[in-house]
């Protein structure tokens, strides 16, 4: 198990490198920052000590082969908008995100499972049709729509909710909700479709035979047998999420590493653009590798 | 063993219907039969016949719908099994009748340790949990046989063999010693001496206990070694029922004769006159090896698995010659490699003459027209989208000098009438052929490509007994007119006797043993092939050991 996550591990850093080349010299397609950080009126000796001062004076071959060097001792750049260094400023940002993910995708996981398990033991029923109804919505429905009718909605319309930004309980429920809405939906699918497949399973009439309650029958033998591609399509879905949400973080100004990214970009800030893709891209790989060990752990007939 | 003349279980007048599609299926028509204390009881029927479909409804195990218990009653022990509420059905299923299946790898929960799953039927019915009886699991491991049962015990089914599978599903189901015990075609997916063993189990179990056990079979040989009563079952209805040796020896519904025949010990078989004079040799097999590296890792050593180990043989023109051995011999192996579907490590094969397994190009594609496969699934392996037509004339897609287009339509009809189907077939799709029907289908897709060799890998085992001995028949015709060589790949020992001129048997990838059919069975030589032949059940009339002791 070892050797595979280290064998994984080395895989991911050669895709990683590739990554950040491909980042580093799309940033640089975006114009020059000199624009954006100095007065429209600055004189160009100004603007070509600004280059000088942050390297961009180079020819960009040159640039890049400094930022793999600095790579190496760690030195992931300098912010320009907020002058110190990069990897701090995506950092910071990024408990944020992972706070908003993990809550988001804990509950949309677990309340799939319970609607989608509860679907399958009853196929065509009222309960599984309405659930089938509510799920594909979810799926489909476009967050951005459903932000901005949410904060119509609860926070213009009723003032229970607060528009946007952080601090209190509340200002949670709306960007979490969102949030949820689309893993939960497909999950929801999935879980009835693999649970229906596993209920039909040749195992289930020997607990039958046994004598055991269907409660137990649907959750403790059919759900165990199901729940791998359900940790698939979940894993996917967390990725997706820790990535940036970048809509939801926006609409709600959340001040993850999504809005960060987003941000950056616009501002030019190109060390911050690529630290963020950086952190985001090791989460990424730390979920693959949880996903694995779930797998493993999960089902005996899997080993690596 | 003492069986009680009062009746545990009594199953009257029972029908039950499936609904599909708004007609409802009669799958069991108006059956009724019983079973006392410690009596074997065995329901014979072919697939369809709706066997296990009325043992389905005694442990509440047939979903309804699309199920419908039209009428009848099932009385167990004073009380109607289908008028029981889900729960009251609960308390009796594994604790007072309880069941095996046919496939012990499917019917066990992947996921979960054996001795868990052995101690939730202890669990379900309130007699500890799942850690408190570990120890009696243990010994009830060690009761159906299953070796170093302490340390297994915390094992997955993977880790198993079929056998051994079997051996815990019959573990989990004596675990609250039953009244009844219901096994669903227990042996069908294990070899012969496997199957003796697993036999033996259970009339031990059944002394041991007093229980009744009702043993659903299409395996006459197994009928016969376990039954003290028989019924027979077909198109849902019973046919026949009697004490076994009398449902045997005087059959007298015409379905159950026809059946009957088919039995080794049954009717006697008439014998083909058999070629004696040898053809010249079609295909010579020399050394033929086929070797797997295991657990190749960088570091770990490397292991070496000889599925085929040095095989040589020959087939004569217009020979049939069967290999038998059971599964994992390397039997199958031997199949592809002369087919050059898979690489050999080493050895040649002369077919005609040229070395076969080096051809290459265009030399390959015209020997592959001389020499075709009929597989053992009938359902897997023809394109499900491509209707019998197209199956059959695809080989002349392929090898554009058989036959020319304009003649092509009058060339399907010829060939289905040779295996016994008609013109009309030929527009329908698989689905809609019965499994003797399809394997007919798959014979003539062979005989499309006019060839001169057709290996037969376990071609009929996947068919009922009846359809077996048409489908045999018909192959032996098909030689005879023909004169078709055949390698004929079977775990099944009766049939080869019935079909093969000469029989090779393997075992761990070897040839034990060569001769021809008769003397082979007469007087086996290797200790393997006696125990081959020792395994076939004998019937239970006959004294009280279940297999043959030579």
Redo the contacts between chains.
Sequence with gaps: MLGYISRRAYHSIISLIGLLTLVFFLTRLTGDPSALYLPLDSSLEARAAFARLNGLDQPIHVQFLQYLQNLLSLDFGQSLRQNRSAIEVALEAFPATLKLAVVAMTLATALAILVGALAAARPRSLFDRIAGLVSLAGASMPDFWIAIVGILVFAVGFGLLPTSGTGTGLHWIMPIAVLMLRPFGLLVQVVRGTMISALASPYIKTAQAKGMKRRKIIFGHALRNSLLPVITVAGDLATGLINGAVVVETIFGWPGIGKLMIDSIIQRDFAVVQSTILVTAVAIFIVNIAIDVLYVTLDPRIRY | MTASDNPILTIENLTVDFLSEGDPVRAVDNVSFNVCPGETLVILGESGSGKSVSTGTV???IDCPPGDIVAGSLIFDGTDLSRLD?NAR??????RI??I?Q?PL???????TVGR?IA??FE??GNGDVGSVRDTVVKLLERVGIPDAAKRVDY?P?QFSGGQRQRV?IA??IALKPEILIADEPTTALDVSVQSQILELLSDLQRETGMALIMITHDLEVAAAMADRIIVMNGGKVVESGKAQDVFTNPVHAYTRRLMSAAPFGGACPERPRTKVRGEALLQVQHLSKHYVLGAGPFSPKKEFRAVDDVSFTVHQGETVGIVGESGSGKSSIARMLLRLDQPTTGQAFFAGEDILTLEGRALNSFRRRVQMVFQDPFGSMNPRMNVYSIISEPWVIHRDILPRPRWDDRVVELLELVGLKAEHAHRHPHQFSGGQRQRVAIARALASEPDLIVCDEAVSALDVSIQMQIIGLLADLRDRLGLSYIFITHDLPIVREFADRILVMQQGKVVEESDTEMLFNSPKHAYTKSLLDSVPRPKWHGNSLTRHL
């Design positions: 442990m509440g195990l889900e609960r308390m009796l299923n594994g604790r309880a069941m299946f496939d499917a019917h066990l929960n992947p996921v979960y799953q939730e039927v379900a019915h997955y993977h599903m989990m189901a």
